[in-house]
């Protein structure tokens, strides 16, 4: 299931409030890593079946702040609205993507 993220009130209730684990996909429209990754984890989350939220650090402006999130693309692990885990995976080739996720859902 895929969300997207436009505000910090949908980033609260979505990916805090979320239930199980969920991976949350920091990116903006004008980032040329997130054009080569958004697509791969959409992939992944069908064959996975994770939950993705992709946060637009521009539309739901603070929450970047809030969890640190210095670069683009970003993925962060949260569960029960704690954060577990984060990868900046702008240079991650497709396998070491999947590892990592394989690794957060475990």
């Not at 970003?74 to 609205?81: A, D, M, R």
Request: charged share 25%.
């Amino acid at each position: 299931m895929i969300d997207y993220i436009n505000s910090a009130a949908d980033f609260d209730s979505k990916v805090l409030g979320g239930k199980g684990r969920i991976l949350a996909l920091f990116t903006a429209g004008w980032c040329p890593f997130c054009k080569v990754q958004g697509p791969r984890l959409i992939e992944l989350e069908k064959s996975l079946g994770y939950h993705l939220c992709v946060v637009d650090v521009d539309a739901a402006a603070g929450v970047d702040d809030k969890y640190d999130v210095q670069t683009i693309p970003s993925l962060l692990t949260f569960e029960g609205g704690e954060l577990k885990g984060r990868n900046m995976i702008a240079y991650l080739q497709p396998g070491e993507l999947e590892a990592w996720i394989k690794e957060q859902l475990a």
